[in-house]
């Protein structure tokens, strides 16, 4: 038992080195039992992206498998956003839409695989230089039977400033059934 008492503590600091500038209401924001993971990191709660790995998440790796063990025989849409584009005090082209994809079936989410329509492509996360910690998210919605999902033109031209309420409301999102999110800055930085 003595010998354990070591790791635990240094369980405790590697686990809170990811968290540790979290403010309450990030840490609070996931829920559902969404997972993301990336070649070398495995996202399932609220996290702080490591410094040795940002220059990853931003210009390596590709679109991260999406684990939902919940999902049932029903179809969903993921979304993953920026709401601090450009930055997190002046997010004037928030929500930057990262990867939309909808028609996913449940089955497929359960084996970390995404099989559904995209309507935008993946884009990794890659904050500006100096414009500090952006928060990128990862919802979750129970797509309605009868909705077949797109966008419109206006949202086609452009990722930036995405009205993603007007989104959810058009299609009868409701709230999402599982959230995740991790914040990171420029790799740069």
């Known amino acids: 038992m003595a010998g354990l008492a070591p790791f635990l503590v240094l369980s405790a600091f590697i686990l809170g080195a990811t968290q540790q500038n979290l403010n309450t209401l990030d840490a609070s924001f996931c829920h559902g039992g969404l997972e993301v993971i990336?070649?070398?990191?495995?996202?399932?709660?609220?996290?702080?992206?490591?410094?040795?790995?940002?220059?990853k998440v931003s210009t390596v790796w590709?679109?991260?498998?999406?684990?939902?063990?919940?999902?049932?025989q029903k179809k969903y849409v993921l979304v993953m956003v920026d709401p601090d584009a450009p930055s997190r005090t002046k997010p004037t082209s928030?929500?930057?839409?990262?990867?939309?994809?909808?028609?996913?079936?449940?089955?497929?989410?359960?084996?970390?695989?995404?099989?559904?329509?995209?309507?935008?492509?993946?884009?990794?996360?890659?904050?500006?230089?100096?414009?500090?910690?952006?928060?990128?998210?990862?919802?979750?919605?129970?797509?309605p039977a009868d909705a077949p999902l797109s966008l419109t033109e206006q949202e086609k031209s452009s990722r930036g400033k995405w009205d993603f309420q007007a989104f959810i409301e058009r299609f009868d999102l409701g709230e999402p059934v599982a959230v995740v999110q991790f914040l990171t800055q420029n790799y740069k930085d």
Not at 62 to 72: D, E
Not at 107 to 124: N, R, S
């Open 38 to 55: 990336y070649p070398e990191l495995d996202i399932d709660k609220c996290l702080m992206i490591p410094k040795k790995l940002r220059e």
């Open 62 to 72: 590709k679109a991260p498998q999406i684990y939902f063990t919940r999902a049932q």
């Open 94 to 143: 928030a929500y930057w839409r990262h990867w939309l994809v909808v028609n996913i079936q449940g089955k497929a989410l359960k084996k970390g695989q995404i099989q559904g329509t995209t309507l935008t492509d993946y884009y990794p996360p890659t904050p500006p230089q100096k414009s500090g910690f952006h928060r990128y998210q990862f919802m979750l919605f129970e797509q």
